[in-house]
């Protein structure tokens, strides 16, 4: 049996199917609408929306991004630690009874070298933070840039011990969630 040209809308259709062409009399299937009847939009994973991305921030994203914001004040601490270390440094080389200018030189260099990692400290709290603040309105580069900030965090969390316990735990976690599926699509949302 012949049905014709399957792309002629005037010609039988194929396998039954509703709309236009439908012979009358007999009921269409159900769970179909008809030819020309407008269809609703898929419905959101996460409630709400169209299915163009969610409308609210998932809950591993915000978990993702409160971890942020604890390194953020773990690498604070650990600057304050390092400029406590530096403003008792004097007082450590001039109650060690060293004259000689080598040892001043030494002593000169050591506080360049905790006055970097303090400043290094309070650079990378900062870029934690507007890493945070921009969950809200950023795209998908904030997300990698948190994994990437997570991964550096890992490494400085290792040399920092015993805050950088916290911050390793936590930047492991940041890495896992800001890696997740929801938290790309949050990223990857539609923005009007």
């Known amino acids: 049996m012949s049905f014709g040209d399957p792309n002629n809308p005037y010609g039988q259709q194929q396998g039954g ?6 012979p009358q009399g007999q009921p ?4 179909q609408p008809g030819y020309g009847y407008p269809q ?13 991305g969610p409308t ?4 591993i994203t915000k978990a993702a991004r409160i971890f942020l914001y604890v390194i953020v004040v773990c690498q604070v601490i650990v600057s304050g630690i390092y400029a406590y270390t530096l403003s008792k440094f004097d007082d450590a080389t001039d109650n060690s ?5 080598d040892a001043q ?5 050591g506080k360049g070298v905790i006055g970097f990692f303090m400043v290094l400290a309070l650079v990378f709290a900062a870029l934690g933070l507007v890493l945070a603040l921009k969950y809200a309105s950023g795209e998908n580069g904030v997300r990698v840039c948190s994994i ?5 965090a890992i490494i400085s969390g290792i040399f920092t011990i015993p805050v950088g316990i916290i911050t390793f735990i936590v930047a492991i976690l940041l890495v896992v969630f800001a890696s997740k599926s929801a938290t790309a699509e949050w990223f990857r949302r539609p923005r009007h």
């Open 17 to 22: 199917q509703p709309g236009y062409g439908y």
């Open 28 to 31: 269409q299937p159900q769970g």
């Open 40 to 52: 609703a939009p898929p419905a959101a994973p996460y409630g709400g929306g169209y299915a163009g």
């Open 56 to 59: 609210e921030m998932p809950g």
């Open 97 to 101: 009874g060293l004259s000689s200018s």
């Open 105 to 109: 030189t030494f002593a000169n260099l």
């Open 148 to 152: 990437v900030y997570g991964a550096f």
